[in-house]
C-alpha cells in the first residue's frame, strides 16, 4: 500500500489527479475500521491531516478537516451539541466533519445540520473549486456527487442564519451510539422554521411540509405542535434494522422534532 502524505491543498489534489482510485484518509474513524474488518484493501491512500488548507473555521465557513473535538465549542449550538454525542473524546479529537460528509451515512450526525441549513459542499480539483447544495451533494446510502479526482474542502453555510437551533438524536444507550433518529431544528424571530432529519432515509430529509405549516404560527400553541409532530412523522421514510423498526423510527421523528421545536421557542 502506498501513502502520500501531500504538504498542501494543491499536491493533494494532484495526487488524486495522479491516483483517481485513491483512497483518502482524514481522521480515519470509519476508514480504519474497514481495514481492520478486511472489508477494503486500499492501494493508495491520500492523507490529509497536513493540509492547513482545510483547518480553517468561521460562522459560515467549515474546512473539512476540522475536527468534532473543537466543533464542540464552536458558534453554532446545534453543531455543538451534536459534536458531542460522535463517540468517545478519541473519536472527536481524529474525525473529522470533511469525513462524515464524504462517508454520507445515512446516520451521519452532522448531516441533519447541513440539510437544516441548505449548506454548500466545496469540492476543489485541479480544474478548479465547484459548490453543490447538500441535496444534490447526497445522492444515496453513502454514496454522492463527488468526482474522483475531487477533494471535499469545506462546508458553506448562508448569511442568513437561524437566531435558535437545536439538536438531539436517538440511540439505543445514552453515549457513544449510532442513531436511531436524528434531528435538527432551526427557527427564525420573524417564525421561519427548519427541520432536518437523519437515519430515516437514505440521505438526510427536511420535512417542508411541517416548515410551511409551523412557519405560519408565531406563538405556536398545543395543537400546532402536535400538527408539526404528525407532519414530521409523515414525511421521513425510515427502514427497519437492528436498531429499530420504521414504525418506530417515524413516531419519534415527530416526538423528537417537536421536542426541539419546543426548545427553540423556549429560548
Same mark, same amino acid.
Request: proline residues 5%; charged residues 25%.
Given at each position: 500500500?502506498?501513502v502520500v502524505h501531500p504538504a498542501d491543498l494543491d499536491e493533494a489534489v494532484g495526487a488524486l489527479?495522479?491516483?483517481?482510485?485513491?483512497?483518502?484518509? #482524514?481522521?480515519?474513524?470509519?476508514?480504519?475500521?474497514?481495514?481492520?474488518?478486511?472489508?477494503?484493501?486500499?492501494?493508495?491512500?491520500?492523507?490529509?491531516?497536513?493540509? &492547513?488548507?482545510?483547518?480553517?473555521?468561521?460562522?459560515?465557513?467549515?474546512?473539512?478537516?476540522? /475536527?468534532?473535538?473543537?466543533?464542540?465549542?464552536?458558534?453554532?449550538? *446545534?453543531?455543538?451539541?451534536?459534536?458531542?454525542?460522535?463517540?468517545?473524546?478519541?473519536?472527536?479529537?481524529?474525525?473529522?466533519?470533511? %469525513?462524515?460528509?464524504?462517508?454520507?451515512?445515512?446516520? %451521519?450526525?452532522?448531516?441533519?445540520?447541513?440539510?437544516?441549513? &441548505?449548506?454548500?459542499?466545496?469540492?476543489?480539483?485541479?480544474?478548479?473549486?465547484?459548490?453543490?447544495?447538500?441535496?444534490?451533494?447526497?445522492?444515496?446510502?453513502?454514496?454522492?456527487?463527488?468526482?474522483?479526482?475531487?477533494?471535499? /474542502?469545506?462546508?458553506?453555510?448562508?448569511?442568513?442564519?437561524?437566531?435558535?437551533?437545536?439538536?438531539?438524536?436517538?440511540?439505543?444507550?445514552?453515549?457513544?451510539?449510532?442513531?436511531?433518529?436524528?434531528?435538527?431544528?432551526?427557527?427564525?424571530r420573524d417564525g421561519r422554521t427548519r427541520v432536518a432529519l437523519g437515519s430515516v432515509g437514505p440521505?438526510?430529509?427536511?420535512?417542508?411540509? #411541517?416548515?410551511?405549516?409551523?412557519?405560519?404560527?408565531? &406563538?405556536?400553541?398545543? #395543537?400546532?405542535?402536535?400538527?408539526?409532530?404528525?407532519?414530521?412523522?409523515?414525511?421521513?421514510?425510515?427502514?427497519? &434494522?437492528?436498531?429499530?423498526?420504521?414504525?418506530?423510527?417515524?413516531? *419519534?421523528?415527530?416526538?423528537?422534532?417537536?421536542?426541539?421545536?419546543?426548545?427553540?421557542?423556549?429560548?
Open positions: 500500500m502506498e489527479a495522479a491516483h483517481p482510485q485513491a483512497t483518502l484518509l #482524514a481522521g480515519g474513524t470509519d476508514l480504519m475500521v474497514e481495514v481492520n474488518f478486511d472489508q477494503i484493501r486500499p492501494e493508495t491512500v491520500v492523507a490529509l491531516r497536513r493540509l &492547513d488548507d482545510i483547518q480553517d473555521v468561521s460562522r459560515h465557513r467549515i474546512g473539512a478537516g476540522v /475536527t468534532f473535538r473543537r466543533l464542540e465549542s464552536g458558534d453554532h449550538n *446545534a453543531l455543538a451539541q451534536l459534536a458531542r454525542t460522535i463517540g468517545s473524546p478519541q473519536i472527536r479529537a481524529a474525525g473529522t466533519i470533511g %469525513g462524515n460528509i464524504g462517508t454520507a451515512s445515512p446516520a %451521519g450526525d452532522s448531516l441533519p445540520f447541513l440539510a437544516g441549513l &441548505d449548506a454548500e459542499i466545496e469540492l476543489h480539483s485541479t480544474s478548479g473549486t465547484r459548490r453543490l447544495p447538500w441535496d444534490e451533494f447526497f445522492t444515496g446510502v453513502k454514496r454522492t456527487a463527488r468526482r474522483p479526482d475531487e477533494l471535499i /474542502t469545506a462546508a458553506v453555510l448562508p448569511e442568513d442564519l437561524p437566531d435558535f437551533q437545536e439538536f438531539a438524536k436517538i440511540g439505543q444507550r445514552s453515549a457513544m451510539v449510532i442513531s436511531i433518529v436524528a434531528a435538527c431544528v432551526f427557527r427564525w440521505t438526510p430529509i427536511r420535512a417542508r411540509r #411541517a416548515e410551511e405549516m409551523i412557519s405560519q404560527e408565531a &406563538d405556536p400553541g398545543p #395543537a400546532a405542535l402536535g400538527e408539526f409532530a404528525r407532519l414530521v412523522s409523515e414525511e421521513v421514510s425510515p427502514i427497519t &434494522d437492528h436498531r429499530g423498526t420504521s414504525d418506530y423510527r417515524r413516531h *419519534a421523528s415527530g416526538v423528537l422534532a417537536r421536542r426541539l421545536l419546543e426548545r427553540c421557542l423556549s429560548s
